[in-house]
């Protein structure tokens, strides 16, 4: 090196003194924003420097956080899953608990409404193994004063009678089986009918002349002249009413979910279901501010939450009203809402 | 053009080296520079001529020594640039410089003695000289310095022109051996 420098001595000053000149000049001339030629060139020369240094350090630290770093993951990501399956199933537990609680909360705004009837809240336990035959099992039976051709009913509307007793269980026939029979009238014009199940979802009203005006939607309530269901509860709603021979083939869309049944209110009794005043209601219920205000807001004409009709004239079918959460009258053999583990 | 290469490394040993008074290239310089700046005040003729260029020129190919052709011609276009206002100091530094270099070394290579060939000597020096300040100033200010014009050709011609008359003057200031 210091060979070639002796022998090129002449170039080798030529080039010293041309760049000490230029780095004289480099540092008087100055470029945009009043910045000197010999920073703005320090500048060009340390960033791709600092930048391949910045990109080095940053890969060797995704290497060592991608791949040396990641040895206990594989642990922690199955403990992580175990967790979420974990979660989802407590998940769907609370699901399911919240279902149940606002099913029993209707159930107990029903029975605040018909504190002086006698009714026996039950569980569907069951349904029948034969698909022709509409029929289902609660957990209620002998020991519990249950009896045959006692009606069977939700908040929303009819559902059946029981059929079946035995000492703990007892079988409830459903209102779209073919052999049950309810005694019905429209809510509107009271004309008598009855409801009769033909093995399809949907029950039909029969005994209807043609000359009836009906409309799709009309309210079908009891009659009470079948001595198992009192006057006035809800059966359901005209589907499609079609001109028959001798009589009109009626429709029914039952109010209650037959298909989806968990919770049911057995009557002990046939006598007539008058729900109370809204505010005796959330008096003697100590109903909470949310369900007070449902209860008001009803109007005093028709109770749907109540599955009853006081004036029929005036019914169309509804979205089910805000229900509160209140506690419940537990009845002996009653299932706790008490969450499951 | 033959008569100019009195060429060839062969030849190189043989090539005389000429020396000069005492203070005479300091004094020429100055001289140089100050007849510069005196004949600037008196309009745009004077610029046709670059005096510091042909001093360069001259004692670079009378001295043949490359370093003190560099240290001189650097020197020479600091001072230039030092007097002047608009150009950063340096530049006419590193055009000179790299001129003193070259004219010491042709100096120790061709006969520079004739004329005609001290002519197209400076003529091809002072067209260098621009091409080496239009780079310069084009990198480092941004300029857009041209490398050939009618006007710098003109200037070319009356600088040797010029630089014949003035290095017989200066000849006459070399010590006899």
């Given at each position: 090196?210091?060979?070639?420098?002796s022998?090129?001595?002449?170039?080798?000053?030529?080039a010293?003194?041309?760049?000490a000149?230029?780095?004289?000049?480099?540092?008087?001339?100055?470029?945009e924003?009043?910045?000197r030629?010999?920073?703005?060139?320090?500048?060009?020369?340390?960033?791709?420097?600092?930048?391949?240094?910045?990109?080095?350090?940053?890969?060797?630290?995704?290497?060592?956080?991608g791949?040396?770093?990641?040895?206990?993951t594989?642990?922690?990501?199955?403990?992580?899953?175990?967790?979420v399956?974990?979660?989802?199933?407590?998940?769907?537990?609370l699901e399911?608990?919240?279902?149940?609680?606002?099913r029993?909360?209707?159930?107990?705004?029903?029975?605040?409404?018909?504190?002086?009837?006698?009714?026996?809240?039950?569980?569907?336990?069951?349904?029948?193994?034969?698909?022709?035959?509409?029929?289902?099992?609660?957990?209620?039976?002998?020991r519990?004063?249950?009896?045959?051709?006692?009606?069977?009913?939700?908040p929303d509307?009819v559902v059946?009678?029981?059929?079946?007793?035995?000492?703990?269980?007892?079988q409830?026939?459903?209102?779209?089986?073919?052999?049950?029979?309810?005694?019905?009238?429209?809510?509107?014009?009271?004309t008598?009918?009855?409801?009769?199940?033909?093995g399809?979802?949907?029950?039909?009203?029969?005994?209807?002349?043609?000359?009836?005006?009906?409309?799709?939607?009309?309210?079908?309530?009891?009659?009470?002249?079948?001595?198992?269901?009192?006057?006035?509860?809800?059966?359901?709603?005209?589907?499609?009413?079609?001109?028959?021979?001798?009589?009109q083939?009626?429709?029914?869309?039952?109010?209650?979910?037959?298909?989806?049944?968990?919770?049911?209110?057995?009557?002990?009794?046939?006598?007539e279901?008058?729900?109370?005043?809204?505010?005796?209601?959330s008096?003697?219920?100590?109903?909470?501010?949310?369900q007070?205000?449902?209860?008001?807001?009803?109007?005093?004409?028709?109770s749907r939450?109540?599955g009853?009709?006081?004036?029929?004239n005036?019914?169309?079918?509804?979205?089910?009203?805000v229900?509160?959460?209140?506690?419940?009258?537990?009845?002996?053999?009653?299932?706790?809402?008490?969450?499951?583990r | 053009?033959?008569?100019?290469?009195?060429?060839?490394?062969?030849?190189?040993?043989?090539?005389?080296?000429?020396?000069?008074?005492?203070?005479?290239?300091?004094?020429?310089?100055?001289?140089?520079l100050?007849?510069?700046?005196?004949?600037?005040?008196?309009?745009?003729?004077?610029?046709?001529?670059?005096?510091?260029?042909?001093?360069?020129?001259?004692?670079?190919?009378?001295?043949?020594?490359?370093?003190?052709?560099?240290?001189?011609?650097?020197?020479i276009?600091?001072?230039?640039?030092?007097?002047?206002?608009?150009?950063?100091?340096?530049?006419?530094?590193?055009?000179?410089?790299?001129?003193g270099?070259?004219?010491s070394?042709?100096?120790?290579?061709?006969?520079?003695?004739?004329p005609?060939?001290?002519?197209?000597?400076?003529?091809?020096?002072?067209?260098?000289?621009?091409?080496?300040?239009?780079?310069?100033?084009?990198?480092?200010?941004?300029?857009?310095?041209?490398?050939?014009?009618?006007?710098?050709?003109?200037?070319?011609?009356?600088?040797?022109?010029?630089?014949?008359?003035?290095?017989?003057?200066?000849?006459?200031?070399?010590?006899?051996?």
């Amino acid at each position: 090196m210091i060979d070639a420098f002796s022998r090129h001595r002449p170039l080798a000053l030529l080039a010293t003194v041309v760049l000490a000149q230029v780095l004289l000049l480099a540092f008087q001339i100055k470029r945009e924003n009043n910045v000197r030629l010999i920073r703005y060139w320090a500048v060009e020369l340390m960033t791709p420097l600092e930048r391949a240094g910045t990109w080095t350090f940053s890969h060797i630290g995704g290497v060592w956080s991608g791949y040396v770093g990641l040895r206990n993951t594989r642990a922690e990501n199955e403990r992580l899953r175990n967790d979420v399956n974990t979660l989802r199933l407590r998940n769907r537990e609370l699901e399911s608990q919240s279902a149940e609680a606002h099913r029993l909360a209707t159930l107990l705004n029903f029975r605040e409404a018909h504190l002086e009837a006698p009714m026996l809240a039950a569980q569907v336990i069951g349904a029948s193994a034969d698909p022709t035959s509409h029929t289902l099992f609660i957990n209620r039976g002998e020991r519990d004063h249950v009896r045959r051709n006692m009606g069977v009913i939700t908040p929303d509307g009819v559902v059946g009678k029981i059929v079946e007793v035995f000492p703990s269980t007892a079988q409830v026939l459903l209102i779209n089986d073919k052999d049950s029979g309810v005694g019905a009238l429209f809510a509107s014009s009271r004309t008598h009918g009855v409801v009769k199940g033909s093995g399809d979802p949907e029950p039909h009203m029969e005994y209807v002349i043609n000359e009836e005006k009906l409309q799709s939607g009309d309210a079908l309530v009891t009659s009470g002249e079948d001595r198992i269901f009192p006057k006035d509860l809800l059966i359901g709603n005209v589907d499609e009413a079609k001109p028959g021979n001798p009589f009109q083939v009626i429709s029914v869309r039952p109010a209650a979910r037959l298909d989806r049944l968990e919770d049911v209110i057995v009557l002990l009794t046939q006598q007539e279901l008058v729900p109370k005043k809204s505010e005796e209601a959330s008096g003697a219920g100590e109903a909470t501010p949310a369900q007070t205000s449902a209860q008001v807001a009803t109007p005093p004409t028709t109770s749907r939450s109540s599955g009853v009709v006081t004036d029929p004239n005036k019914f169309k079918p509804a979205a089910t009203p805000v229900q509160a959460v209140a506690p419940l009258n537990k009845t002996p053999g009653a299932k706790s809402p008490a969450p499951r583990r | 053009m033959a008569y100019m290469l009195n060429v060839g490394a062969h030849s190189e040993p043989n090539v005389e080296v000429h020396k000069f008074y005492g203070g005479t290239i300091i004094g020429t310089v100055l001289l140089a520079l100050v007849f510069q700046a005196f004949l600037h005040k008196y309009g745009r003729w004077s610029e046709l001529i670059d005096l510091p260029l042909l001093v360069t020129i001259y004692f670079g190919v009378s001295r043949r020594n490359p370093v003190s052709g560099l240290f001189l011609g650097g020197a020479i276009g600091i001072l230039q640039n030092a007097l002047s206002h608009d150009n950063p100091i340096g530049m006419y530094g590193i055009a000179k410089t790299i001129v003193g270099y070259l004219a010491s070394s042709v100096g120790a290579r061709i006969d520079t003695e004739h004329p005609l060939s001290r002519f197209g000597l400076i003529f091809l020096f002072f067209h260098f000289h621009q091409v080496i300040l239009a780079i310069t100033q084009r990198v480092l200010l941004n300029h857009s310095t041209p490398f050939f014009t009618l006007r710098l050709l003109i200037d070319s011609v009356v600088t040797a022109a010029f630089g014949v008359i003035l290095f017989a003057l200066l000849d006459r200031l070399r010590r006899r051996s």
